[in-house]
């Protein structure tokens, strides 16, 4: 009879280390001030704000995502309707209305490539919450989006009361235009400002990032601390610890914004 001992001299167990994930195909650099891809957006914005206008930079120009996804696809009710997208129709893979089959189907085509060649797409749903049930693959995708090699995950729609929580809770990108129904606002503050000082600092802030009619607020969730720009090009309050606003009390914006830009790399999830 074989003693405890003589059966552990059979093989040692030990602990290895686990391997590295396979590094990411190199993506095109963008401006510091643009989302990260991988990158969750959430849009907020009412009709004739500028939604389709914003989008078709984000996808078409270089100074933006052009080149940086291998396939585009967009989901909305009104992309054979709306003549500003005209040339996001020629450019993208394009659904009148939500699809669950046409959505799981693109992501079971993500998945027959390996982690090295798997292509990087994006995928926008354009005011299609309300037919998009709760058990959606919609959002199964939106918690596992970057393992599938989306680079890309943008939801717009009219009213914030339509996002559900699971894309709330993983939005890192969260863009807002003139709203032209306070209690959204109210909604939205609820959601991000705690972020930023409370209700009336995030307020202040909305109102500096909207004074134009097409201007928006842009939260940039993936920085630490958060940063709030008005459209893409000016930081006008950091977020966290900080919590400042940038006016004219705080002085030199174009210094804070290099202050800012060196203060640490984008959170990943």
């Known amino acids: 009879m074989s003693s405890k001992t003589d059966q552990s001299n059979r093989g040692v167990p030990r602990i290895f280390p686990v391997k590295d994930p396979p590094k990411e195909k190199p993506r095109k650099i963008t401006h510091p001030n643009l989302p990260e891809l991988p990158c969750i957006m959430c849009l907020v914005m009412p009709t004739k704000s500028g939604k389709s206008t914003i989008l078709s930079n984000l996808i078409l120009r270089d100074e933006f995502y052009k080149g940086a996804m291998d396939n585009i696809t967009i989901m909305s009710n009104t992309i054979d309707q709306d003549v500003t997208s005209r040339f996001l129709r020629e450019s993208c893979d394009c659904y009148t209305g939500y699809d669950d089959m046409v959505l799981a189907g ?3 085509q993500q998945k027959q490539f390996n982690d090295d060649d798997r292509p990087f797409i994006g995928m926008i749903f354009d005011d299609i919450l309300g037919s998009v049930k709760r058990n959606s693959y919609l ?5 596992r989006s970057r393992h599938y090699g989306v680079g890309l995950l943008a939801v717009s729609v009219q009213s914030f009361k339509a996002v559900g929580p699971t894309i709330r809770n993983n939005t890192n990108a969260f863009i807002c235009g003139n709203l032209q129904n306070m209690s959204e606002l109210d909604k939205i503050s609820q959601e991000f400002s705690g972020m930023f000082g409370g209700d009336q600092k995030f307020r ?18 993936q920085s630490n601390p958060p940063l709030a720009y008005r459209n893409f090009d000016e930081v006008i309050a950091v977020g966290g610890q900080q919590r400042e606003v940038l006016d004219a009390d705080f002085g030199d914006v174009a210094s804070k914004q290099a202050e800012v830009a060196n203060a640490g790399p984008k959170q990943q999830y």
Request: glycine fraction near 0%.
């Open 106 to 108: 693109i992501i079971d």
């Open 139 to 143: 959002n199964h995708l939106v918690t």
């Open 204 to 221: 202040k802030i909305y109102q500096k990032a909207t004074e134009q009619r097409y201007d928006f607020l842009y939260l940039d969730l």
